[in-house]
């Protein structure tokens, strides 16, 4: 019966160990997020709303800052669509055919994870600035790629180039082959598979690397900031603007402008929270499933 009893007190100093330790790190979690996270954000709102509602829509409503959200959502419209072709050719590919090189360019998809963001508009400027080989034939075909619009796009498309694929990539090499060899037997042809057994398969990864792509894309600063030549009105982007006002020591108007870009943020982040939900059930589904088959 002792026995019995100190087992019993020992149980319960444990638990009251393990409960002490829950909530030290449950407090420490939260207090890191809040001090991180929410204490910054909290920053933000409370300086850009320090002169009211009325200075708050005349720094948002500036043309400067207008063109800035024009040029953002353009450069965001372009890369985007554009990374998911990309995105599914590239994963269809690497998961649906065995070819040499195949190591390589997945290296080649995360490339733009590795390489700092400053150092790949540094490339585009060397690769079409004054100073490159290419520079005599733009100028004779009048297009302006470096400090324009086209220099901007293409330094967003770089760095959101890996999204898509490595979100699609995992998953069609768990799903398998079984399902388009099925179809293909029945005499369907590579656009069937496509939109009638790979896409719906997929949507949800899908969905969730565009998310992802887009938020990337619209706050993408480093590698623009190079590029961009910093033209106000022309080629700045929201992020550039807001670092040109908060320079000129007009902190309210810069942090005004950033409650635009962290409220685009807010909406980015609740679509991402949506279709990483999609997605999960679309995972837990196809391992029942597997599960089920074997």
Not at 3 to 30: D, F, M, N, P
Not at 87 to 112: H, M, N, Q, Y
Not at 186 to 213: H, R
Request: glycine letters at 6%; hydrophobic letters at 55%; a neutral charge.
């Amino acid at each position: 019966m002792e026995q019995v009893i100190s087992v019993q007190t020992k149980a319960q100093e444990r638990r009251k160990k393990r409960s002490v330790t829950y909530y030290v790190l449950v407090t420490l979690a939260w207090g890191v997020f809040f001090s991180i996270l929410v204490l910054p954000l909290l920053m933000v709102v409370t300086q850009g709303m320090a002169n009211g509602v009325g200075a708050f829509w005349e720094a948002i409503s500036e043309p400067d800052a207008v063109a800035a959200l024009k040029l953002t959502l353009l450069a965001t419209v372009i890369s985007v669509p554009l990374n998911m072709i990309f995105g599914l050719a590239t994963a269809w590919c690497v998961t649906r055919f065995e070819f040499r090189g195949k190591s390589f360019l997945l290296s080649l998809i995360d490339l733009p994870f590795s390489v700092s963001p400053v150092v790949a508009g540094l490339v585009y400027v060397l690769l079409f600035g004054a100073q490159s080989k290419l520079y005599p034939f733009l100028m004779e075909h009048d297009l302006q790629v470096v400090y324009a619009v086209p220099g901007i796009v293409l330094a967003t498309i770089f760095v959101t180039l890996p999204y898509v694929a490595r979100e699609l990539i995992p998953l069609m090499e768990q799903q398998g082959t079984q399902e388009e060899e099925a179809a293909r037997l029945l005499g369907a042809s590579g656009w069937q598979m496509f939109w009638y057994i790979t896409l719906p398969n997929v949507k949800w990864a899908l969905i969730y690397g565009v998310v992802l792509c887009t938020a990337r894309a619209m706050g993408e600063f480093g590698a623009v900031s190079v590029i961009s030549g910093h033209i106000r009105g022309l080629t700045n982007t929201l992020p550039l603007h807001i670092e040109i006002l908060y320079n000129e020591y007009n902190i309210v108007a810069a942090f005004s402008v950033a409650i635009l870009l962290l409220v685009m943020s807010l909406v980015i982040l609740l679509l991402r929270q949506w279709s990483e939900g999609r997605l999960a059930k679309q995972i837990e589904k196809q391992q029942e499933l597997a599960k089920n088959e074997h």
